[in-house]
Nanobody
Framework: QVQLVESGGGLVQPGGSLRLSCVASGFTFSDYAMSWTRQAPGKGLEWVSDIDSSGDITTYADSVKGRFTVSRDNAKNTMYLQMNSLKPEDTAVYSC??????????????WGQGTQVTVSS
C-alpha cells in the first residue's frame, strides 16, 4: 500500500534552517508529482510547494519563495524540503502528498502523517 513518511521536523530558532524528508513507498515514485503542504495551529491547510515527477519543475507559495527549496531523489523514493531563514509564522505541521499526475495538478490521493516544525526563540 502507499505510504508517505515525513521526518526532519523539530524546534529551531528564527533565522535557522531545517531539511524535511518524505520517503515514499507502494507506488512508482518517479511517475508522480509531489507536494508539501502545512497546517498551522487553528488555521487551514496551506499549500507550500510542489515538484513534478522528474524534478525539473518546481513551484512555491509566495510566503516561502526564496527561502524554501523542494527537491527529489527518484532513486531513493524521497522528496526533500530545505527550509532556510525560518520565521515564527512557518510553525506548522508539514505533510507531503502524492499528486494524481506526473505534472503538479494540486489534486492528491495520498498524504503523510506530517512532521512538526516549530520556529521559536
Amino acid at each position: 500500500q502507499v505510504q508517505l513518511v515525513e521526518s526532519g521536523g523539530g524546534l529551531v530558532q528564527p533565522g535557522g534552517s531545517l531539511r524535511l524528508s518524505c520517503v515514499a513507498s507502494g507506488f512508482t515514485f518517479s511517475d508522480y508529482a509531489m507536494s508539501w503542504t502545512r497546517q498551522a495551529p487553528g488555521k487551514g491547510l496551506e499549500w507550500v510547494s510542489d515538484i513534478d515527477s522528474s524534478g525539473d519543475i518546481t513551484t512555491y507559495a509566495d510566503s516561502v519563495k526564496g527561502r524554501f527549496t523542494v527537491s527529489r531523489d527518484n532513486a531513493k523514493n524521497t522528496m526533500y524540503l530545505q527550509m532556510n531563514s525560518l520565521k515564527p509564522e512557518d510553525t506548522a505541521v508539514y505533510s507531503c502528498s502524492k499528486d494524481l499526475s506526473s505534472g503538479a495538478t494540486k489534486e492528491y490521493d495520498y498524504w503523510g502523517q506530517g512532521t512538526q516544525v516549530t520556529v521559536s526563540s
